[in-house]
């Protein structure tokens, strides 16, 4: 029997995302020992999960013959506390990731446009591609989403307009001001994402919520998954107006964020020590590895993120150099850009080695 046949044809050209190497995987590829193994890989915080989440977690778990409350009360609660909205303006998701899936749900079908840049965060295309739409990538300019383009790129056919930032691999931001008028500008028949999985690492952070206050169709998606620490635990969110967050929560599964994973979310709302301590050290990392890079003469990108693109020459040979060193990082050919590697601002220690691990690949 071929089970292909029988799948829908879309499947087959579904392609698929590539996730930064775990370090048991490659502990077991290349014989290392994973305790000496260091992954830079996926932007995680390498100072691990906020303490307080990681507490309520461990509480958590002796529930865990329960189901969740699937309307995640508390962690709305917490949320609207956190960001001056009201419970009834967030919808929680197994990660942020899920957010972007429901809202291909929601408005994206065969024939469909989803603007986009290139090269930015790839779930925005896996997700209009799983659902029959066209990805309308729009090239970045001096490494920044533009605007203008993506504004000149909206046709009558276009659902959503992503705009990632700080971007994912390039860790480079758009103000405010550019983000406020680019919405207020926008079509009414598009819905426009802004993913802000790196906020919490600007000094500040450009507010939206002034849009989905004037009733603008926009949606503002962060995670627990970067500056909190809790990437494992799978939960993130979108915030937009009542109207909208209704919608997507019609389309999710009952209980798709774990206790664990709720819990250790409002702890970590709670956290602002640990949120603060992680934003200095990675302000710190950057600096680092900017000097480290330039003693090389090696080329970056500013990144206001928690990673950083640098040009390597042949990335995906500098990415299995590094890998045979206990290094794991990302090699980024999947995004256009063969000669670079993005690497994740680690702990001081980390960083060290990874810019002597490098010195040595090179
Ligand atoms: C890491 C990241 C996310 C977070 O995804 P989760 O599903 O919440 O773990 C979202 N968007 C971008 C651009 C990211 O880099």
């Not at 809202?103 to 997700?127: C, N, Q």
């Amino acid at each position: 029997m071929n089970i292909e046949a029988l799948a829908k044809p879309s499947v087959l050209t579904q392609p698929v995302y590539e996730p930064g190497k775990p370090i048991e995987y490659v502990a077991r590829e290349l014989g290392l020992d994973p305790a000496g193994i260091v992954k830079l890989a996926s932007n995680e915080n390498p100072f691990g999960p906020s303490p307080l989440g990681l507490a309520a977690a461990q509480r958590a778990l002796l529930d865990g013959a329960l189901y969740p409350d699937g309307g995640c009360f508390e962690l709305r609660q917490a949320l609207a506390g956190l960001r001056g909205l009201e419970a009834d303006q967030f919808v929680i998701g197994n990660g942020s990731n899920e957010i972007i899936e429901l809202l291909g749900h929601a408005f994206v079908g065969p024939g469909d446009e989803v603007v986009m840049a290139s090269p930015a965060f790839v779930v925005y295309k896996l997700v209009t591609l799983l659902f029959g739409g066209r990805a309308v990538e729009v090239p970045l300019r001096d490494w920044r989403h533009d605007l203008g383009a993506m504004a000149a790129a909206i046709g009558p056919r276009t659902k959503l307009v992503c705009v990632c930032t700080p971007n994912n691999p390039t860790g480079t931001a758009n103000e405010e001001a550019e983000l406020l008028a680019f919405v207020r500008a926008l079509p009414p028949h598009v819905v426009c994402v802004i993913d802000e999985a790196y906020a919490e690492y600007l000094p500040q952070a450009p507010d939206i919520r002034p849009l989905i206050r004037e009733g603008r169709p926009v949606v503002g998606l962060r995670t627990f998954s970067k500056i909190y620490g809790l990437a494992s635990l799978r939960v993130g969110y979108g915030y937009a107006s009542p109207e909208l967050c209704r919608l997507l929560n019609r389309l999710r599964q009952p209980f798709n964020v774990n206790a664990i994973a709720q819990a250790a979310a409002v702890a970590a709302i709670g956290d602002e020590a640990f949120t603060r301590r992680c934003a200095a050290a990675n302000a710190a990392g950057l600096a680092q590895l900017g000097a480290g890079f330039g003693s090389m003469g090696l080329e970056t990108v500013p990144s206001v993120a928690n990673f950083q693109l640098v040009r390597v020459g042949d990335g995906m040979s500098v990415f299995g150099k590094l890998q045979k060193q206990g290094m794991i990082v990302r090699p980024m050919n999947s995004y256009g850009l063969k000669e670079w590697i993005r690497v994740s601002v680690g702990s001081e220690t980390q960083n060290r080695r990874l810019l002597e691990s490098l010195n040595r690949a090179l």
